[in-house]
């Protein structure tokens, strides 16, 4: 791929709207901006994580895999009608939450954020992945959107909650229970 970008600003966005990957121009808050706003935010999130986690972790192959999948993804959003998710990615994203939920216990109570420094920021992650997942819920609601991509979506945040209580127990934290309030 040549170099896509010559000059950082361009002053074309000035008047509040933005281009799409097809050329055509759109409102920089329309419901399409936010979704991709959104999971351009998890992409985000997913690298502090990484960078949160020991060098060489056993998470950063497949986290690295969700930044570029996430990036995929937000393409496909910026071009309407192209698909780049696919069945795959999710059958890939259930092989790899099965696999890691497979070792834990049973939820008997509801999980705070936290436990420590990495889990909690997995749990961020989790969290702004649920926004964009309802983003595109919302964008599809006016607009076409590739069904697989919400379906990511739902299956990354399951898969960040899974790690977020893995890491937390590696990690020497605990994971944080939630303790309803005593009236």
């Known amino acids: 791929m040549g170099h896509r970008l010559s000059k950082i600003y361009t002053r074309t966005g000035d008047d509040g709207t933005t281009g799409l990957g097809d050329g055509s121009r759109i409102d920089k808050d329309a419901p399409r901006m936010e979704a991709i706003g959104t999971v351009d935010e998890v ?33 496909e959003l910026a071009v309407p009608g192209y698909t780049l998710i696919s069945e795959e990615r999710i059958t890939a994203l259930e092989e790899e939450l099965d696999r890691l939920n497979e070792s834990l216990p049973p939820l008997k ?52 909650f899974v790690m977020a209580r893995l890491i937390a127990r590696r990690d020497g934290g605990e994971e944080v229970l939630w303790q309803p309030a005593k009236s």
């Open 43 to 75: 992409n985000s999130h997913v690298g502090v994580l990484i960078a949160a986690l020991p060098k060489g972790d056993e998470y950063e192959a497949l986290l690295s895999q969700v930044q570029h999948d996430l990036f995929d993804l937000g393409g």
């Open 109 to 160: 109570n509801f999980i705070l954020p936290g436990g420590s420094m990495a889990a909690a920021q997995c749990h961020l992650a989790r969290v702004v992945c649920r926004r964009a997942e309802r983003c595109v819920i919302t964008l599809s609601k006016t607009d076409e959107v590739n069904p697989p991509v919400r379906k990511y979506l739902n299956r990354l945040s399951d898969l960040l």
